[in-house]
C-alpha cells in the first residue's frame, strides 16, 4: 500500500517525535494521537468499508499505542 507507506514516512514520525520523553499517560492525551492513524487509513482505497482493527491487520500496522508500549 503505496499511501500507507506515504503516511508512516511523512505523518508517523511527527507523532512519534519525542515520545520517549512527553510518551502520554493520560486517556484524553491518548485519544488525540489515534484519531490521526485511523482518518488516515480509512481513506485508503477500499478500506473504508472495514473497522479500524481489520485496517491495521490488513497493512500490517500497529496502532500508535502499542507502537509506545
Known sequence: M???RAFI??????????S?????HYHCDI???EPVQRRFT???????SFTYA????????ESPELRRL
Open 54 to 61: 481489520q485496517r491495521l491487520d490488513i497493512l500490517c500496522a
Open 42 to 48: 480509512k481513506h485508503i482505497g477500499t478500506l473504508n
Open 2 to 4: 503505496i499511501r500507507f
Open 9 to 18: 514516512v511523512y505523518v508517523r514520525h511527527l507523532l512519534e517525535y519525542c
Open 20 to 24: 520517549p520523553v512527553w510518551n502520554p
Open 31 to 33: 485519544a488525540k494521537i
